[in-house]
């Protein structure tokens, strides 16, 4: 009898209270915290032993445009390998979407003000304001020339207030959606007021410098993506972008978490939070090196983070691997929530740019950001170029006006070191040094604040 009274006594205790015996199963079946922060899946550069390679197979390309690829975007994991969802042209695809609007901003209307610096020591500031209008309402209208082999892209419209002897000065852009063998060069336009005309650019200056800053034409929207053949090299973290850290990078996680880019479409990582719990943010490596020989560079390295397949830092290199500038450079984003047919809208928020072999840098911060408002087409033509018309008022900043203001150098990460960046080790001793102490400065003055030094409004909250 008791033998039995026990029996029944426990098998009560289990039926009542199991769920305490057992912590892993509630745990299993309670609700993931979508704010959780990202997992750690590396400690540092991690240089892959194999790079994943693009897909070269028939089925995967497009049977009318060989060049791209035949599924329609954005994609679904496609695992060439395991840990990396996407190819690095899937990734530098989906980064160029975010770069202009990530679907969610066909008309944007912003502005800011950049600060540059050459060898010699001598600090230009310029306030600019840009209009921009893409003409498509799906990213897949441009992989798969949707409207026609030398289709239209985008118009930009750019004009600056700053410096005086510039003030006038304004830039009109328009880019097509070129093809192999098929090329219709963009359409510049600048308005000089010195000599009170117009100005054509030569189609082919894709390498010359884009209104004055150290970056070209191809690293100002022009570079088309299936010019070039594309590997993962890597994986690595980054903390730092332009002297902002952790969520000023990329703005509020909850934010990022709240707004996908591509919702319901199945994107690796859209909608999760892309911080580590130590505030860093994981990157894929990406070597891009063209099909042209003849082309100014000779391969360039993009990390992109890999929730939001934004750029973050980029490298270029000449054809004998020496690191030779930062094009893109590095940069701070922000998301816009309901820019457009309540899509999220992607705006930088800083960009850094370099030229090592003339030791010339600029910096710029952005704001004042206004998706999805009309833009009339008569804004982008020449008569609107000679009306030196400001439509928005001068944003508030603090100029940087002294060498001992500028924002410090990039980081070199010698450290990170793999065969595609040996040229990092070639820089100038003397620049390596001077970059250094410029470095060494900022961090006894507690570190850059990029919007702390340059801006008493901050241009995010400008209307």
Not at 92 to 111: I, P, Q, S, V
Not at 227 to 249: F, K, P, S
Request: aromatic residues 16%; positive net charge; charged residues 25%.
């Amino acid at each position: 009898m008791q033998k039995r009274k026990m029996m029944f006594l426990m098998v009560l205790l289990l039926s009542l209270g199991f769920w305490w015996f057992n912590p892993v199963v509630v745990s299993a079946q309670a609700p993931a915290d979508k704010y959780a922060p990202a997992p750690s899946t590396i400690k540092g550069w991690t240089p892959y032993a194999e790079p994943v390679k693009d897909w070269t197979a028939p089925d995967k390309r497009h049977p009318q445009y060989p060049w791209v690829l035949k599924d329609p975007f954005p994609w679904k994991p496609s695992w060439p390998t395991k840990d990396v969802p996407y190819t690095g042209e899937e990734l530098l695809w989906l980064r160029e979407c975010a770069f202009w609007g990530a679907e969610g901003g066909k008309t944007a209307d912003y502005c800011g003000y950049s600060v540059m610096r050459n060898r010699r020591g001598l600090v230009v500031s310029k306030n600019f304001y840009i209009m921009r209008t893409h003409y498509w309402e799906k990213f897949d209208e441009i992989i798969h020339y949707k409207m026609g082999v030398n289709g239209l892209y985008q118009k930009v419209f750019t004009i600056l207030d700053n410096p005086p002897e510039l003030r006038g000065f304004a830039q009109l852009v328009v880019k097509y959606n070129n093809a192999p063998g098929k090329w219709k060069d963009p359409d510049r336009y600048a308005w000089v007021p010195a000599l009170r005309r117009v100005r054509r650019s030569a189609g082919g200056d894709r390498q010359d410098d884009s209104l004055g800053y150290p970056l070209s034409n191809d690293d100002n929207g022009e570079r088309q993506y299936w010019e070039y053949t594309y590997e993962i090299i890597g994986e690595d973290i980054l903390y730092e972008v332009n002297g902002a850290r952790g969520q000023a990078i990329l703005g509020d996680p909850k934010v990022i978490v709240d707004n996908p880019i591509y919702p319901g479409a199945g994107v690796w990582g859209d909608g999760q939070n892309p911080y580590r719990e130590d505030g860093g943010l994981e990157c894929w490596v990406v070597k891009l090196t063209p099909k042209d020989p003849k082309y100014y560079l000779g391969y360039i390295l993009d990390w992109i983070e890999k929730r939001t397949k934004l750029p973050l830092h980029e490298e270029q290199y000449d054809h004998e691997g020496n690191y030779i500038r930062m094009g893109i450079g590095e940069q701070s984003w922000k998301a816009y929530p309901n820019s457009y047919k309540g899509r999220v809208a992607w705006g930088r928020t800083t960009i850094l740019l370099g030229d090592w072999q003339r030791d010339f840098w600029g910096m710029a911060w952005y704001g004042g950001f206004k998706y999805g408002q009309p833009i009339p087409d008569t804004k982008y033509t020449i008569p609107e170029l000679q009306k030196e018309y400001f439509w928005r008022p001068v944003p508030g900043y603090r100029p940087v006006t002294k060498i001992d203001h500028f924002p410090p150098y990039p980081y070199f990460y010698l450290e990170k070191k793999c065969k595609d960046r040996v040229g990092v080790e070639r820089l100038d001793p003397e620049l390596i040094k001077k970059a250094r102490a410029s470095q060494d400065m900022w961090k006894a003055r507690g570190g850059y604040d990029p919007w702390g030094w340059a801006n008493g409004t901050k241009f995010q909250e400008l209307k």
